[in-house]
C-alpha cells in the first residue's frame, strides 16, 4: 500500500467514526450573531480556540450547509490526513500554519475570503500558548476587511487529550453548546502598539466565560486586570 492510499484509508475510516459520533450529539444554540436566522451575504472569518476544533467542520457542513467555507490544515504529515478530512466534510483546505508556510496560507486564507469562502482559523493554533490570540487571524481580518465570527463550543461530556490545549473529544449523547458572538470588525492600526490593543480586544472577546462552566466549554476565568487587583 502506497503512502497516499493509506492515508486515503485513514480519511475514509476517521471521516466515518466521527459522522457516526457526531450523529449522537445535541446541539443547542446561542445565536447572539443572529446568523442562523439571517445569516450574512459577506464571507465571514470564524475563530473558535483550537481545543474545540474537532466539530467545526461537522457544524458548518450541517448547519450552514449553504455557505462555502475553507479552513487551514498544517503542511506536516498529520496536516495531510486532516486536510482529507476538511475536505471530506465540504470545506476547502488551506495548507500552511503559523509555524511553516505562514506567509503562504495567509495568502491563500485571503485569496479563498476573496473568492467568497468563510474561513475558519483557531486563534491559538497550531501550538499555543493555548488561549492567546495569535497575531494572523488580525491581520487576515485587516487584509480582507473581513468581520470574524468569534464562537465557543462546549460540551456537556467530553475526553480531554493530555495535549498542549487540553483537546476536547465529546462524548457519545453529549449535549453540544455553541455560543455565536456578535460579528467582530478588527479596525486599521498605524503602529505596535494599536495593533496589540486589536489582538487583546479580540482575545477578551473569545475568552469571556460568561455563563458556561469553565471545567465544561475548556475556557479559563478572564484575568484580573492590574487596576482592578486590590492594593
Not at 9 to 35: C, E, H, N, P
Not at 42 to 65: D, K
Amino acid at each position: 500500500m502506497t503512502p497516499a492510499t493509506k492515508i486515503r484509508w485513514i480519511v475514509r475510516l476517521a471521516s466515518w467514526v466521527m459522522r457516526g459520533l457526531f450523529g449522537t450529539l445535541r446541539f443547542r444554540f446561542d445565536d447572539r450573531a443572529g446568523v442562523l436566522t439571517n445569516p450574512p451575504a459577506e464571507p465571514l472569518l470564524w475563530a473558535f480556540w483550537h481545543n474545540q476544533l474537532l466539530i467545526s467542520a461537522y457544524m458548518f457542513q450541517r448547519f450552514f450547509p449553504t455557505r462555502r467555507g475553507a479552513a487551514m490544515a498544517s503542511q506536516s504529515k498529520d496536516g495531510e490526513i486532516i486536510s482529507g478530512i476538511i475536505a471530506a466534510f465540504g470545506l476547502r483546505p488551506i495548507r500552511g500554519s503559523s509555524s511553516r508556510g505562514g506567509a503562504r496560507a495567509l495568502v491563500e486564507m485571503k485569496r479563498a475570503h476573496d473568492d467568497g469562502y468563510d474561513v475558519a482559523i483557531t486563534p491559538d493554533g497550531p501550538r499555543g500558548p493555548v488561549y492567546q490570540v495569535n497575531p494572523g487571524i488580525v491581520k487576515l481580518a485587516q487584509l480582507t476587511s473581513g468581520k470574524i465570527f468569534p464562537m465557543r463550543i462546549a460540551f456537556s461530556r467530553c475526553w480531554r487529550l493530555k495535549s498542549w490545549d487540553g483537546f476536547m473529544i465529546p462524548k457519545p449523547f453529549a449535549t453540544v453548546t455553541i455560543t455565536y458572538f456578535p460579528l467582530h470588525a478588527v479596525a486599521a492600526t498605524k503602529t505596535e502598539e494599536e495593533f496589540e490593543a486589536e489582538r487583546l480586544r479580540l482575545e477578551d472577546l473569545l475568552r469571556q466565560p460568561e455563563d458556561a462552566a469553565p471545567e465544561k466549554s475548556g475556557f479559563p476565568p478572564r484575568p484580573i486586570a492590574a487596576k482592578e487587583t486590590a492594593p
